[in-house]
């Protein structure tokens, strides 16, 4: 049997307004392909969560709601209703989220529903096709599990906003890469003090930068200690091989911008940069460039092209992109 496990901290309010209060819920299926054969109507609840002061969970069906959508999975919404506990009208979204947090798929209640006595759970009965769930478009079913986000909006909220506890403020997010990468291009930081040759074209950078983001620089250019170090060598040019300038020049791009060269990769064509940006990420040891990089790969994936992602995958020890290519195999073989 597979399990559903909740995010902590997930599940507190996300947003009011006037007459609104919304809250967010992040939990993960565990053991999908356990989940299969459970039987329709059958359904795996979350943990519970608040919203508006009232205690809700989502129910996942793997085998469907009912006969008619036993191809699709379903999920639902419920709230603990108590006698005590008014009616409220809510609508709610459920989104696909890929192992990077970005949303693959999403669908959202089409109008606010009544959670009242005579009905407490509502839901979408064909959400995704089970065969889409398992796709290699979508990409969300990494390593045998599903991250699912359930957003619930009371639409009718009575709650008070003028007194009691006031809000906690929230910290505004990091901007240190882009102070970096303004103080870098401002023209008053150091002078760049490495030269790189690739296939005879040669790139500048500041050796601390690409060092800070690469394990592969920092111990090439600084070392572990001992042994002759390319910084203290003084070398005029290191020479590098294994990747192609293009790449090369991505690498550069995503050390000092922490993003793909997305002009580059339009010039020469993503089918053409995404392998070769893959494989220099992972050369260099860019664990999140290479993550990217596969996710981005997944687009590619069909029948003439899986088996040469799957062993590009393989060459790299990417299970996330091999796992893709074997999820498209397997749907192929069932149709």
């Known amino acids: 049997m597979g399990s559903c496990l909740s995010a902590a901290g997930d599940g507190g309010q996300a947003a009011s307004s006037a007459s609104s209060v919304s809250g967010t819920h992040q939990f993960t299926i565990r053991g999908y392909n356990a989940t299969k054969g459970m039987g329709v109507g059958k359904s795996i609840l979350t943990r519970y969560f608040t919203v508006d002061g009232r205690t809700w969970f989502a129910r996942y069906y793997p085998d469907g709601y009912n006969m008619e959508t036993s191809d699709f999975i379903a999920l639902y919404v419920q709230t603990l209703y108590k006698p005590l506990c008014r009616p409220v009208r809510a609508r709610f979204t459920f989104e696909l989220l890929r192992p990077d947090g970005s949303v693959a798929y999403a669908r959202r209640s089409d109008r606010p529903c009544n959670f009242d006595m005579r009905c407490s759970s509502w839901g979408i009965r064909a959400f995704v096709a089970r065969g889409d769930l398992e796709g290699a478009e979508l990409g969300v079913l990494h390593q045998d599990a599903i991250k699912v986000r359930c957003t619930v909006e009371v639409v009718n909220s009575q709650r008070k906003r003028g007194g009691g506890r006031p809000r906690a403020p929230v910290a505004p997010a990091s901007d240190y890469a882009t102070n970096?990468?303004?103080?870098?291009?401002?023209g008053t930081a150091p002078p760049f003090d490495v030269k790189f040759s690739v296939g005879g074209v040669t790139f500048e950078a500041h050796a601390l930068?690409?060092?800070?983001?690469?394990?592969?620089?920092?111990?090439?250019?600084?070392?572990?200690?001992?042994?002759?170090?390319?910084?203290?060598?003084?070398?005029?040019?290191?020479?590098?091989?294994?990747?192609?300038?293009?790449?090369?020049?991505?690498?550069?791009?995503?050390?000092?911008?922490?993003?793909?060269?997305?002009?580059?990769?339009?010039?020469?064509?993503?089918?053409?940069?995404?392998?070769?940006?893959?494989?220099?990420?992972?050369?260099?040891?860019?664990?999140?460039?290479?993550?990217?990089?596969?996710?981005?790969?997944?687009?590619?994936?069909?029948?003439?092209?899986?088996?040469?992602?799957?062993?590009?995958?393989q060459a790299h020890s990417c299970e996330e992109l091999q796992q893709a290519c074997q999820n498209h195999l397997a749907r192929r073989r069932r149709l």
């Open 180 to 186: 970096a990468i303004k103080f870098l291009s401002s």
């Open 209 to 313: 930068v690409v060092a800070a983001q690469s394990e592969w620089f920092a111990a090439a250019l600084y070392g572990h200690g001992a042994g002759e170090r390319w910084v203290e060598a003084g070398l005029p040019c290191i020479s590098i091989s294994g990747t192609t300038p293009e790449a090369f020049q991505g690498v550069l791009h995503y050390v000092y911008h922490d993003a793909l060269p997305e002009e580059l990769i339009k010039a020469k064509g993503e089918a053409v940069m995404m392998p070769q940006l893959f494989e220099a990420a992972d050369m260099f040891l860019i664990g999140r460039m290479k993550a990217i990089c596969a996710i981005r790969l997944r687009r590619f994936i069909n029948n003439d092209t899986v088996r040469s992602i799957m062993e590009l995958a």
